[in-house]
């Protein structure tokens, strides 16, 4: 699949990124920052995953693609691009970010505008089962270098890691079972996983997100794992964020830009 920009031409690229940022206002950068990179992020992988899908429409005067936000008046927005005029570029120059009357005003045909990405067939897929257990990958979490960097460092100096850990989970549990929300869904190769906070240093602020996936069932319709989720690795909270973003914006106490 293409990156946007191998795909398109981007001049201009922060500013156009800044006023869909205004269509579709929220909070798209991190901490105090002023980047956008949440929705830079957003629009590249939204991108890929509709191309996958064959859901970018191509015609001989413009492409458009759904790129799943809406206006605070639930106006989708799209994205809009014309043929590119500098020969041996990229076969299409973004024009910009519109809604579907911008679209009509300029004199685009709105009858058959392609759709959103699709990230999911089983809504029971983006909440937790309570009835499932988490099994931690801890050969990963602590003997990867990337991973075991994330921790704390009083965790990363910690003899009793695995303790922390298993006790985090279990609090984790308690926050899922007292609040659905608390477990958050990103999509990650080709399949919906959860994120569950990991508070290891105070027990009500998160340190982590630890990425766990429903244990599959076999051809008879049974888990061989049991009823379980394995958690396969940490993420930063940011990194969870960004990941979390591309199926829609978290409603949770925990995880926030």
């Known amino acids: 699949m293409d990156k946007l920009f191998d ?3 981007c001049q201009g690229y922060d500013g156009k990124i800044a006023y869909l940022a205004s269509l579709c206002p929220e909070k798209w950068s991190f901490g105090t920052n002023s980047d956008n990179v949440i929705l830079k992020n957003y629009v590249d992988y939204t991108f890929r995953k509709l191309q996958e899908e ?3 429409l191509e015609g001989e005067a413009c492409a458009i693609f759904n790129t799943g936000l809406f206006t605070p008046h639930y106006e989708p927005i799209y994205a809009y691009f014309i043929p590119n005029r500098i020969p041996g570029r990229q076969k299409w120059f973004l024009d910009g970010f519109y809604g579907e009357y911008q679209l009509a005003g300029m004199r685009v045909d709105t009858t058959h505008l392609p759709a959103r990405a699709n990230y999911f067939s089983d809504p029971a897929d983006l909440v937790f089962d309570t009835n499932c257990k988490i099994i931690p990958q801890y050969k990963h979490i602590f003997d990867d270098p990337a ?21 985090a989970i279990r609090r984790a549990t308690l926050m899922i079972a007292a609040n659905y929300k608390t477990a958050v869904p990103q999509y990650h190769m080709g399949r919906i996983q959860l994120l569950v906070p990991v508070c290891l240093c105070r027990e009500d602020i998160p340190d ?5 996936s429903k244990v599959r069932k076999d051809k008879d319709g049974k888990s061989p794992g049991g009823n379980a989720y394995l958690g396969h690795t940490c993420l930063t909270l940011n990194m969870a964020y960004n990941n979390a973003r591309l199926i829609a914006r978290p409603d949770s106490a925990w995880l926030r830009p």
């Not at 921790?151 to 695995?162: A, D, H, I």
């Open 54 to 56: 064959g859901k970018v």
């Open 147 to 167: 991973n075991f960097e994330r921790l704390p460092e009083s965790v990363r100096n910690s003899s009793n890691k695995t303790v922390l850990f298993d006790g």
């Open 7 to 9: 795909f398109a031409f």
């Open 208 to 212: 982590l997100a630890l990425v766990v």
